[in-house]
């Protein structure tokens, strides 16, 4: 068996294999993880919470677009447009739970000085957003350039 220090040192990728000793198996403990799925549960370990955080742009009828900055919460999300100045981000899974929620969101500059947005948790798979031009009331699109959002799930 050769010595650790005699294999090569790399930058691993977010789809590489570690090998890991679960301690809660008897028999063959050794299993295989990836770097991201480590990364991920690292990162809800130390901050305490997964986190979604990305840059919204919507225009004309289209679903808002995101630019992600970060994503350790477990799944697929996915932007959709339900209709003038509402939209709804879907998790594949349940990750949205109750009183374990948290949502920053803003509209972006220079636009956010004439629209308000607002935030709710549909459920456990659906974070909604409302865009208000502030000159109606009323919801409108073309109200996010830019728009920051961060959504933190805590354990």
Do not use: C, H
Not at 60 to 76: D, F, K, R, W, Y
């Amino acid at each position: 068996m050769a010595t650790i220090n005699s294999y090569p040192t790399i930058t691993p990728k977010s789809g590489d294999l570690v090998l890991i000793v679960d301690t809660s198996t008897e028999g063959n403990p050794t299993k295989t993880a990836s770097v991201s799925s480590i990364a991920t549960v690292a990162n809800s370990l130390n901050l305490g919470y997964t986190v979604y955080s990305a840059l919204l742009t919507q225009e004309n009828a289209e679903a808002p677009v995101a630019t992600v900055l970060q994503q350790t919460i477990s799944g697929t999300l996915t932007w959709s447009r339900l209709g003038p100045g509402s939209y709804v981000l879907t998790s594949d899974g349940t990750p949205f739970t109750s009183n374990k929620v948290q949502v920053f969101v803003n509209n972006g500059a220079p636009i956010s000085t004439t629209s308000s947005i607002k935030w709710t948790r549909a459920s456990t798979s659906q974070i909604g957003i409302k865009t208000f031009a502030q000159s109606t009331g009323l919801v409108a699109d073309d109200l996010l350039l830019s728009g920051s959002i961060e959504i933190r799930i805590y354990s």
